[in-house]
């Protein structure tokens, strides 16, 4: 069934019967359901990102504990290729756990992504260096980086699916965007802990301190850590719009021509390629923006400014939890304007102020760093606010974790998770220190004409989904309303697969 002859079945119950949303068919979310579920889901987006800061803030620590032997330059290359070795592995993981996850649900595959992304982390402490068995040590700090980047694969992709499936409509974009506030606590709590590392381990051990043992701290840390998001993970529910779908039989059905029913990667790429392309391009304008902030500007500015390896740890850690802080303001204004007026604003922020900030950054002093770093937070909050509202709700409920997982993956894989590599390269090929910010502004651009190309979503539900409020209240005012309602598109629902009601009289009468 096509999606146009699901909309001629649900508005044609028999020639004088049509098929309208009751009050029953309202998915009703409770705020404190909403928040369990959530936080138990941020945590997981927490050690993703504590991760990528740890690894990113020891970089050139990294390169003389691994690569010892090789010239300065080129060691730097082949530990950052080893970040963007986990980000060439993340499509994998995402066509492999994506299906998984509309198959079996959310829920268990983010609990075992947990656990991947927990022991690989962990067990990169406690790994042989350089200086131990030569630059074979690279080999499995590589495996472990592929094992995080497949767990990951599955990891975004499912909780932003998981967060846009418990929010209510009307407030998807804020509750939504609490998960990549934990992204970038995350981060900054990785930053923080390199840096009040180092100056334990140097204040007991000397300056050597970090080279010798100290870079493994921060890695061991994630093991209880780790545990303790397990823990959460463990108490989650599944979402109610899967619910719905598993009951209603989307999750089961493979019919090849019905969109809206759940299909392996080829079905995916045949019927959502476009939303595909417009998820991808967005995710790279935001990736590369994200990572040029935080897991490459560590490295840029220990080696191309030339500030110490604290400094550079310590200057984005109050930026960054601003920045945090900052997302569900804009995710809660991407409710109220829309996603697309944001994600424009993003792009032409990009363009506006990438090149003063690293003109003012180069100026080296302590000052002129904070603001670089705060110019290049602007725009990345306002790529990041509506992103884990605004992908998910491009494809229908039981595709919607596969579709992510391809579409989020590959961009990431391709160029965000690069975006460290290319940065220096390009530093390195051309002499140009104005680089990253020209990378960055690139994909500014395409992410700006794909988010004039997307289908608006902001207070809609989601595609293949009931509409979901917070209360009783809210879902009678809703269905009281559905006819002068131009957010309400019943042919995305799967009102032909829920049994009407014996009583044929209107559940809003009886509400």
Same mark, same amino acid.
């Given at each position: 069934?096509?999606?146009?002859? +699901? ?18 068919? &309202? ?9 369990? #579920? ?11 990102? =504590? ?17 010892? %032997? ?51 982390? @962990? ?33 975004? @992709? ?23 506030? $934990? ?30 043992? %100290? ?12 545990? &303790? ?37 080829? %079905? ?16 790279? #304008? ?71 900030? =690293? ?28 992103? @884990? ?10 595709? +919607? ?15 965000? $998770? ?15 220190? =104005?680089? !990253? ?5 690139? =994909? ?16 809609? !539900? ?50």
């Amino acid at each position: 069934m096509n999606r146009s002859s +699901r909309a001629e079945k649900n508005t044609t119950r028999g020639a004088n019967e049509p098929r309208r949303l009751r009050v029953g068919d &309202v998915l009703v979310v409770k705020r404190s359901r909403i928040r369990t #579920a959530i936080s138990g889901t941020v945590v997981g987006n927490f050690m993703e990102w =504590f991760d990528f800061g740890i690894y990113g803030y020891l970089a050139v620590t990294m390169t003389a504990v691994f690569t010892e %032997g090789l010239p300065r330059e080129a060691g730097l290359l082949v530990t950052l290729l080893g970040f963007a070795v986990s980000f060439l592995v993340r499509p994998l993981g995402g066509m492999v756990l994506g299906p998984i996850g509309d198959r079996i649900g959310r829920q268990k595959v983010l609990f075992f992504t947990m656990a991947m992304m927990a022991a690989a982390t @962990a067990l990169i402490g406690v790994l042989p260096t350089a200086a131990q068995i030569g630059l074979w040590a690279i080999v499995p700090l590589y495996l472990l980086k592929m094992i995080q980047g497949f767990s990951t694969g599955g990891e975004y @992709a499912g909780a932003t699916t998981y967060v846009a499936e418990f929010s209510s409509d009307r407030r998807r974009g804020f509750w939504s965007s609490l998960l990549d506030l $934990g992204s970038y606590v995350g981060f900054a709590a990785g930053a923080a802990t390199v840096a009040v590392t180092t100056l334990i381990t140097e204040a007991i051990s000397g300056p050597g301190a970090m080279l010798d043992y %100290g870079w493994r701290i921060p890695f061991l840390l994630a093991l209880p850590l780790g545990i &303790v998001a397990i823990w959460f993970r463990m108490r989650i529910p599944e979402t109610p719009a899967y619910e719905v779908a598993e009951e209603s039989g989307e999750t089961t059905k493979q019919d090849s021509s019905d969109p809206m029913a759940r299909h392996g990667i080829v %079905g995916i790429m045949r019927h959502y390629w476009r939303e595909i392309l417009i998820a991808m391009a967005i995710v790279a #304008a935001t990736n590369t923006s994200s990572y040029a902030l935080t897991s490459y500007m560590p490295a840029y500015l220990e080696n191309t400014v030339g500030v110490s390896n604290l400094m550079a740890a310590m200057a984005t850690v109050p930026v960054l939890l601003v920045l945090a802080v900052a997302i569900p303001l804009v995710g809660r204004l991407s409710d109220r304007v829309g996603r697309k007026p944001v994600y424009i604003a993003a792009s032409v922020t990009t363009l506006i102020v990438m090149v003063p900030a =690293f003109a003012i950054m180069q100026i080296g002093q302590e000052w002129a760093i904070f603001i670089a770093l705060a110019m290049n937070a602007v725009p990345l909050a306002l790529w990041v606010g509506p992103s @884990a509202s605004a992908l998910p709700a491009l494809f229908p409920t039981a595709s +919607r974790f596969g579709a992510m997982a391809i579409a989020y993956n590959l961009s990431v894989s391709l160029f965000g $998770g690069t975006t460290p590599l290319f940065s220096e390269w390009l530093i390195q090929i051309t002499g140009n220190a =104005f680089m !990253p910010a020209f990378y960055v502004m690139f =994909f500014g651009v395409i992410g700006g004409i794909a988010a004039i190309g997307m289908t608006e979503s902001a207070r809609r !539900p989601l595609v293949g989904s009931m509409p979901s409020v917070e209360t009783k209240q809210e879902a009678i005012e809703l269905v009281a309303g559905q006819d002068d309602n131009p957010l309400i598109d019943t042919s995305t629902m799967p009102l032909d697969l829920i049994p009407t009601p014996g009583d044929k009289k209107d559940e809003l009468a009886k509400a």
